[in-house]
T-cell receptor
Framework: AQRVTQPEKLLSVFKGAPVELKCNYS??????LFWYVQYSRQRLQLLLR??SRESIKGFTADLNKGETSFHLKKPFAQEEDSAMYYC??????????????FGQGTTLQVKP | ETGVTQTPRHLVMGMTNKKSLKCEQH?????MYWYKQSAKKPLELMFV???????ENNSVPSRFSPECPNSSHLFLHLHTLQPEDSALYLC?????????????FGSGTQLSVL
């Protein structure tokens, strides 16, 4: 079955500590993966996508096809990183169709 | 207002009521989506529209009826809902339906079914 799994519901770290938010996926096709973030009282928004190989707000994520993972990492967490993080996988359909499915989300809490 | 706008922000309805959720995007996008966000489940895709045509219905019960009159507007008509339908309903849009499209989300409508 096609799915996205985020095993941790809550991740709590201290400011300055490294952060790794885990994401695993199950998909028979070529995966296209994303991280979305929702800060308190703000809308859900795109953080980064694997194809761009970018670093946003100090976060990076590398697609590991062997381990079917797309973990989100940051070497030094900041308090403003506290938010809900969702991993998402794009499923290709026939023709010009497809859909984005999300994991359960992980709440990151960065303590001072 | 730019971006994706959803109204109402909050809605309380009885199981026999009929109501509609509205979504409007001012981004010139061609694709629009309805997602359901429940407390104990992942964000669930409900419907996808591309150029006003429905391209995805994720096995959604018929008590939810979407309508997309044009690429800028998307409605979700609700009737005879159940208490378990209480959730945050999110609308999103993207330029097109494609693998690397960035989704822009609205603030959502918090629905409570009594």
């Amino acid at each position: 079955a096609q799915r996205v799994t985020q095993p941790e519901k809550l991740l709590s770290v201290f400011k300055g500590a490294p952060v790794e938010l885990k994401c695993n996926y199950s998909y028979s096709g070529s995966p296209e993966l994303f991280w979305y973030v929702q800060y308190s009282r703000q809308r859900l928004q795109l953080l980064l996508r694997h194809i761009s190989r970018e670093s946003i707000k100090g976060f990076t994520a590398d697609l590991n096809k062997g381990e079917t993972s797309f973990h989100l990492k940051k070497p030094f967490a900041q308090e403003e990183d506290s938010a809900m993080y969702y991993c998402a996988l794009y499923l290709h359909g026939s023709g010009n169709t497809g859909k984005l499915i999300f994991g359960q989300g992980t709440t990151l809490q960065v303590k001072p | 207002e730019t971006g994706v706008t959803q109204t109402p922000r909050h809605l309380v309805m009885g199981m026999t009521n009929k109501k509609s959720l509205k979504c409007e995007q001012h981004l010139g996008h061609n694709a629009m989506y309805w997602y359901k966000q429940s407390a104990k489940k992942p964000l669930e895709l409900m419907f996808v529209y591309n150029f006003k045509e429905q391209t995805e219905n994720n096995s959604v019960p018929s008590r939810f009826s979407p309508e997309c009159p044009n690429s800028s507007h998307l409605f979700l008509h609700l009737h005879t809902l159940q208490p378990e339908d209480s959730a945050l309903y999110l609308c999103a849009s993207s330029q097109d339906v494609g693998g690397n499209e960035k989704l822009f989300f609205g603030s959502g409508t918090q629905l409570s079914v009594l």
